[in-house]
DNA sequence: GCCGTTTTCGGCCCGACTGTTTTCAGTCG
């Protein structure tokens, strides 16, 4: 039994005390001792066993009890009684938004309600608003909500899939009859939403991998399943398709079969141009020069093509049709066949590349590990400095810090930062911005921190031109570093609030405000489209993992991603600066102007 | 269900918004 799964234990038996309509303070104490457990820094389960659960506040006799027969037997009895009490498809209908335990409860005792199809067929014939507390407008929501997960239904986040991705191109590679083997389509290109999986790979046996492939651990079920293409449904219903091609064919297949489709377009008709053409088979000059030298290879069986020119990989591909190398995370047909045609393919930022980072949270406001623990972790991976930027006052939701507790935390950075050597915690917030445009601290508490990230939490629901005015104004107090998430969004379950984001690349273009790219999987705000533009106009990002676990600081990594996309280059990100030159910023920016 | 102390039960995080209602409950951040 680890930590996390008990964890999880705990918030399942809150979220069904709630579907109950159990004391919400007890819930409420059950979610209070997860979050207690989980800044437990010793061994959780030598813990439970030498009885120092009194020790932690937040567990008191009543939970001490149930972790003590969950270490002791694996179950939780009250837990699997409390399940035993709701269909699992009943808690299913809280993610709809609008639905929360108090009509969940309602639908589930008065209609009978098990499931979002039985939900959705009560709407349908009208018969949820007509309870008490329901209406035409709650149908109606409920339907919108039910019609947004469907049809997000078939789309993943990339956050969610990479586990998965590499695991399967680590099996391909284990395998010994495979050569080469790569991930292909958007994954491959770093979208942040994908529909399903392509892996490309290359092999004289591709029968026997085609064989692994399908019986990989991770597969649930096979659709196709022939000598050069399969498909499987993963598990968690992602799709995804192998082929397995002749070595010699690899480079011209990975091409294909990452795209984007556009590219390959471009790609093609600059090979028309040329007198080639190009497809997932191969390059080939036009059919009438077939007699010339080399002419000998598997492209002689398709005459009628031409006789394909020899490339050993992707770059080779690129250099014959006269273009640089594009990485993958370019290849939307957005301006890169021509910078790669005049050699100006920038080189992008890699995720070695980064130095530090900021707006991370700790257990003093909705962080899951404590300062000590955030500190150690990224000493561990290498940082020279990690910004601490818990949420303010106005945010009660998530445990805002006032001045009071600011000023404690202050401290504790101060006195931490004795001990480091080569490493700095800076002192930050994630300050709220208020609904005025005001911030939440006064600008004598912002002058005290060495650095603030500007967020919009509250409110969303506003005009853009209100929204946009709010933002712009925060952004011009000289003490706002950068601007947190610029949209809100929630990738595939919140869409952005409306704000006009040119005005705001403007304004932080003239203020000298960074741009947060929150790295954040279900967030990658501000998304990866608008990048370019604003570093075209002067305009510095700087990657945050807006991390609420140690382990969540590795979220960097996609997001360095999202800006390799967004053409960024090591100079543009301003995380990638060594801590000296960050702290002259810093400075620079406190300093006015940009 | 936990905590604190006011030693045995009362308080536990606040405010805005929505849709329902006709003065407020539920949800959300």
Aim: net charge neutral; with cysteine.
């Amino acid at each position: 039994m680890t930590k996390d799964e008990a964890v999880a234990k705990l918030e399942q038996i809150a979220t069904l005390l709630d579907l109950r309509g159990e004391n919400p303070f007890k819930s409420r104490a059950y979610r209070t001792a997860a979050r207690a457990l989980e800044s437990l820094s010793e061994d959780f389960e030598s813990v439970v066993r030498e009885g120092k659960l009194d020790q932690v506040k937040g567990i008191g006799e009543g939970i001490r009890a149930k972790l003590q027969e969950l270490v002791a037997t694996g179950r939780l009895t009250y837990l699997e009684e409390l399940e035993r009490s709701f269909p699992a498809g009943v808690v299913a209908l809280l993610e709809i938004p609008g639905l929360g335990p108090k009509k969940v409860k309602i639908l589930w005792e008065q209609l009978g309600i098990r499931d979002l199809e039985e939900l959705e067929a009560a709407c349908r014939s009208h018969r949820v608003g007509k309870l008490s507390g329901f209406g035409s407008k709650t149908e109606e929501n409920i339907l919108a909500g039910i019609e947004q997960r469907r049809s997000y239904a078939a789309y993943h986040r990339y956050g969610d899939v990479i586990g998965l991705a590499e695991h399967l191109v680590e099996q391909l590679r284990a395998h010994p009859d495979v050569v080469r083997v790569s991930m292909a389509g958007s994954f491959r290109r770093g979208k942040e939403i994908v529909r399903d999986l392509d892996l490309v790979c290359s092999s004289a046996k591709p029968a026997a991998v085609m064989a692994a492939f399908i019986s990989s651990s991770g597969v649930q079920r096979v659709v196709n399943h022939g000598e050069t293409k399969s498909s499987v449904i993963l598990e968690g219903g992602l799709a995804c398709d192998l082929r397995v091609v002749p070595d010699e064919d690899y480079p011209y297949a990975l091409l294909h079969f990452t795209g984007s489709k556009e590219h390959n377009i471009a790609l093609r008709q600059r090979a028309i141009a040329q007198g080639k053409k190009l497809s997932e088979w191969g390059l080939f000059r036009e059919a009438r020069s077939r007699f010339s030298a080399g002419s000998e290879d598997t492209a002689s069986e398709r005459e009628s093509e031409g006789e394909r020119i020899r490339c050993r990989d992707e770059a080779e591909i690129y250099a014959k049709l006269g273009l640089a190398y594009i990485p993958p995370e370019l290849r939307e047909n957005l301006g890169e066949v021509e910078a790669a045609e005049r050699n100006e393919i920038p080189r992008l930022v890699e995720w070695t590349d980064l130095r530090g980072t900021f707006h991370c949270h700790t257990t003093a406001s909705d962080g899951h590990s404590t300062l000590k623990a955030m500190a150690e972790a990224a000493q561990e991976s290498g940082l020279e400095y990690l910004g601490i930027a818990d949420h303010s006052k106005s945010s009660f939701q998530a445990n805002g810090l006032d001045e009071e507790r600011v000023a404690l935390q202050q401290e504790e950075i101060r006195k931490r930062n004795k001990e480091f050597r080569g490493f700095r915690l800076l002192s930050g917030t994630e300050c709220d911005i208020l609904r005025d445009g005001r911030l939440d601290f006064s600008d004598s508490v912002l002058a005290s921190f060495d650095y603030v990230v500007a967020s919009v939490h509250a409110g969303f629901s506003t005009s853009e031109e209100e929204m946009t005015r709010r933002i712009i104004r925060a952004m011009e107090n000289p003490y706002v570093t950068m601007l947190g998430h610029p949209t809100g969004r929630l990738l595939l379950m919140r869409k952005p609030y409306p704000v006009n984001l040119e005005k705001i690349i403007d304004c932080a273009a003239e203020t000298g405000t960074w741009i947060e790219l929150n790295a954040q999987p279900l967030r990658l705000d501000l998304d990866w489209r608008w990048w370019h533009a604003a570093r075209e106009k002067g305009v510095r990002c700087v990657i945050n993992p807006d991390a609420h676990h140690v382990r969540e600081l590795g979220f960097v990594r996609i997001g360095v991603n999202i800006a390799r996309k967004g053409w960024l280059r090591r100079e543009d990100v301003i995380n990638t600066l060594p801590l000296k030159l960050v702290e002259k910023a810093l400075r620079k920016k406190r300093g006015g102007g940009g």
